[in-house]
């Protein structure tokens, strides 16, 4: 079973549109992540639940609303998809061991805006 | 989190070990050193993680010096698959914001 799971995998899609990427972590983690990669392959933390709680959300704008249902997922919905926006979106989960936070990352969603 | 500089580049022969360097001087007592690496686009991959002892896994080995201000991600027998961009990160107990940074280009030849 994979640990983190994203879907999809890719998503083309026309600017103006609106679109959700899927995230589910069977690792019985209590934090996850969004990391967005662009084209020069900077991999930048956008937002962090724990616990379904967001505690970080990293000057993103208020387009990319992420949502957490459960510990166990976090969904990230984009409104009104711009040409920069195109990027590799990575999921990721984590939790504390004491001896520290091992993050562990989805295969990521390639999305392409049009 | 503390920030870390690396080297942009470095190539190694197949089956030699590969030796990356990562310098973090400014890090404070509760962070760990962790590296992770990307191959090609895929999602990035824990390697391994330490505080200030030296640690061994099966993927590689983590020396941090005495001073904690700088670390070596050793590779023992680079194969070809080992190429990729490797990221070292310094942060405490809690991932919090886990600055990737631009990461080492690691290219293993035949």
């Known amino acids: 079973d994979t640990a983190v799971s994203q879907t999809p995998k890719y998503l083309v899609t026309q600017m103006g549109n609106d679109k959700s990427i899927k995230c589910e972590q069977n690792?019985?983690?209590?934090?996850m992540y969004w990391y967005k990669q662009d084209s020069k392959k900077f991999l930048k933390i956008m937002f962090s639940y724990n616990n379904k709680e967001l505690i970080i959300n990293e000057t993103v704008p208020n387009r990319f609303s992420p949502k957490s249902p459960d510990k166990a997922h976090l969904n990230l919905h984009i409104n009104s998809l711009e040409l920069g926006d195109s990027a590799v979106y990575f999921c990721a989960s984590s939790t504390y061991s004491g001896s520290g936070n091992i993050q562990y990352f989805g295969a990521g969603t390639r999305l392409s805006v049009l | 989190d503390a920030k870390t500089t690396q080297p942009t580049s470095m190539d190694c022969a197949e089956g030699r070990a590969a030796n990356l360097p990562c310098n973090h001087s400014?890090?404070?007592?509760?962070?760990?050193v962790y590296w992770y690496r990307q191959i090609h686009s895929q999602g990035p991959q824990y390697i391994i993680h330490g505080l200030k002892n030296n640690e061994t896994n099966e993927m590689a080995s983590l020396i941090i010096t005495e001073d904690r201000k700088s670390s070596t991600l050793i590779l023992p027998h680079a194969t070809l698959r080992d190429t990729a961009v490797y990221y070292c990160?310094?942060?405490?107990?809690?991932?919090?914001?886990?600055?990737f940074g631009d990461g080492t280009t690691l290219t293993v030849k035949p």
């Open positions: 690792l019985g983690h209590d934090t």
């Open positions: 400014t890090i404070s007592g509760n962070e760990y």
């Open positions: 990160i310094v942060r405490g107990t809690n991932a919090g914001k886990s600055t």
